[in-house]
């Protein structure tokens, strides 16, 4: 995986609100969950089967 696509895909995460940027006087930056509840999880073999409307469906 790129870095591209890291950078890109936290950028959408953050658009979408759900991390928070923390910004350190180094100009680094972190992020953190902007959810209080856990998220679900699934093995990563069970992920990779699911379409992508099954995907969607199952993260609501």
């Known amino acids: 995986?790129?870095?591209?696509?890291?950078?890109?895909?936290?950028?959408?995460?953050?658009?979408?609100?759900?991390?928070?940027e923390l910004g350190f006087p180094d100009g680094s930056n972190r992020y953190a969950g902007n959810k209080p509840t856990p998220i679900r999880t699934s093995s990563a073999s069970n992920v990779k089967k699911m379409s992508p409307r099954t995907w969607i469906a199952?993260?609501?």
Do not use: D
Not at 1 to 20: D, F, H, P, Q, W
């Open 1 to 20: 995986m790129s870095l591209a696509t890291v950078y890109r895909n936290i950028l959408l995460i953050k658009l979408l609100g759900e991390v928070l």
């Open 58 to 60: 199952w993260m609501k």
